[in-house]
């Protein structure tokens, strides 16, 4: 970049971003870049996120740690750093990240004595404090969230979907029976899956991922995934049974009630800034991004509509403004004079922004207001006096039917399969998602990828009926299989 | 650590703390375990922060968030890694951090091309993107914050005061004159005193820095300085005037309304969770924490006191804790029944909970409730029906009192000297801290240090008055001259 050789518009003009129907893959880095969400760092596969983007996972944080600490958990802050002979206490767990790290080696001249691992997760550094501070039954369960920074070396990327450092929330609790550690999985996964749903208005499928798909040193992994407009699965959240693994590798034991002294079960559940991603992709339409209410930076924008005199319609416009933030709703007043209305309108809806209210002359002289809904661009002229109650009735209105509209096209795109054939054509020709019967071997699950590019992305249920539609031996689930992110 | 070895108590007992009064540091480690605010990490001089004590962070997050964002500032998320490259572009600024940096220089088995470091501070990275970012005077002032984790590789450490990783946040703001700039830095640093005062009940002296001690890149660096009851500073909040440096190696450009072409001029702000060790080494005593009500992460803690019948009085206590919670109240109710009342009596004030409400047999027949304060130990009997409003009224009284207490305490240590044997035998024999004319000489800063250990803290007021108390030839300013942490 030469700042030397920048354009300096004297107005800017709304760039036009791809339409998402036209190349959906160029539309999401236009709406990305152009709604100041992130962007491109000068490290290989890191982004910036931008006030605006910040803004969404600020929303997210609020939401989220409010549902954790309600069922108990608190936050802590473990270190950015993992010794290297800790992060190879847990075989499979070393195995999985390894090729990932990012290493520190030097620190000011000095070369170090043992590496460091730059966290990719931190249930090796937690797992080794935690052994420190349980001794009996009585510290148990143990619940700790953290929020923080990890680095994972990508080599493909894309911003918010994979960067090589992103940031997220990881829990990682301590049980004293397995049943326990079980309760907590789930109970996590489910926490997910309604904040997903309720406040992201992006509808997933859920259940368990197979063994190899699971988080590497776990017992199981529960997912949920979302299913994107071009058909690729993006596993939104998962929640780690870990057994006794880590409570092995780390010596976390406990000395129980009945005077023994057992190794504890932990578990582990995480959701990154990775969601932003899923956001964007599910909701934007041709015109750019739709943000689902609950966690839009901004849920309605004043557009003071002055052609001649504007005094009067800056103070109604400051009016609503106040109005409105005192109901708690996040507003925005864009008063600026150097850009055009409909300009405005158009730089919204990219930005998209749920509601946007327009104040003239004539509305005022009427007493009315004009809102306009950014999902089905429908406008309507409200009495002034009913401002409060319609702003949040439509915010509960664009929430739903976002979701219902998410619903409707992941509907669209789950379709069943009793052979292979028909899988791949669901996959490669219709973008979809298939439901089908699997044996359960590693064997056919190879089949999958290597034959469609897809993998299995959980386990629906786990049932008998069917045969495989790989094998054709009898079946021992049902599982969704998708092209993932 | 062995695990195998935990020793396990049935029932745990409180182990005594060093007196702060006998031994103030073996009392500072004390606490900070013993209170579960950190523990060590097993990483050189890496703490984990429990969650004891990052709620004390979440309180400060919380608060002072709010203060910047009603100043205009947005908080986005920038890279952990500043490639060699761009540190290396303000010669002061990579002279000041290169020693101190931790360096990756592996991802997964692949070395790196350039090696990265773990950002000590982030002005290089945000240079970068703003100069990317602003086109023209519009777009300035550009007002941002990031909360984060920062890395300085130092020798001696000690949990909160001084960690080679840290949480901080940091404000880096653009502006279109150094009029501009300036306002910035000085309402800044009047956003730190007033927090650290107000909310914090920590009293500061507050000024510039010597050119010596300014942040390394800066014009001119302004701070404010808590004095430790052992006599040494502690520098707890500071704002930059970084001029065009930054914006110099960084081209941080932007298009004027003359149409002319201008570098933009910078600040930075920032203040990190050292300020908990200034929190815990102000209010603290002999029985173990005190914390200031605006931030502790418990305001209140009910203690039943349960002899024979708990029924009748855990239900009084569980509906106390609804009515205090209710009014806003950080509240926690210990119903554990493995502990005696005079346990967690000890417990808590050692936890530097501000309030304590007993609650036993006779005080629900008298219709009564004890509250005991943490800060004078006063013991009150109040009505049940004058509950909300009492605890209000205790909780401001603390904090006011702990603010009076600890600015007696400041006050005590400051002293004027007149002589160069008088600053001696404030900062050697007194553990205080001195107020001098200083001629503005480099040799003399020196002086202070080589003959007591002590360092210009700031400048307090630029003055031709009197002479400097090293070589006798008049006075440039007055300074505040003491050891440090």
Redo the contacts between chains.
Sequence with gaps: ????N?Q?P?KKVLEAITPKSQDISRWYTDVVLKARLA?Y???KG??????YG??V??NVQRILDEKFKGLGH??????????ES?LVKEAEHVEGF????????????DPLEE??A?RPTSEA?IG??Y???I??Y?DLPLL?NQW??V?R?EKVTRPFLRTT?F?WQEGHTAHRSHEDANFEVRQMLEVYRSFVENDLAIPVVSGRKTQREKFAGALDTFTIEALMPDGQALQSGTSHDLGQNFAKAF?????DSDGE?KLAWTTSWGMSTRIIGAIIMTHGDDRGLRFPPHVAPIQAVIVPVVYKEPGLILEKAREIKTRLAKNGVRIHLDDRD?FKPGWKYSEYEMMGVPLRIEIGQKDIEKKQICIVRRDNLEKSFIPDSELEETVERLLDAVQKNLYAQAKTALFEKIFPADSFEKLREIIKDKHGMASVSWCGSEKCEEQFKTETGATVRCIQEDSSQGNCVVCGSSAKGKVFVARCY
Tied chains: 1, 2.
């Design positions: 970049m030469n700042a030397g920048k300096v004297e962007d760092a000068p490290i890191c982004m910036v996120i931008r006030p910040y803004a996972w600020e608190q936050n802590a802050y473990f270190p950015l750093f993992i010794p800790f390894a090729p990932e790290v990012a290493w520190v080696t030097q620190a000011g001249k590496r460091l730059i550094i080794h404090m052994a420190k501070w001794e009996s009585r700790i923080a920074n680095v070396w450092e940031l010596n976390i034991n406990f000395l002294r150097s």
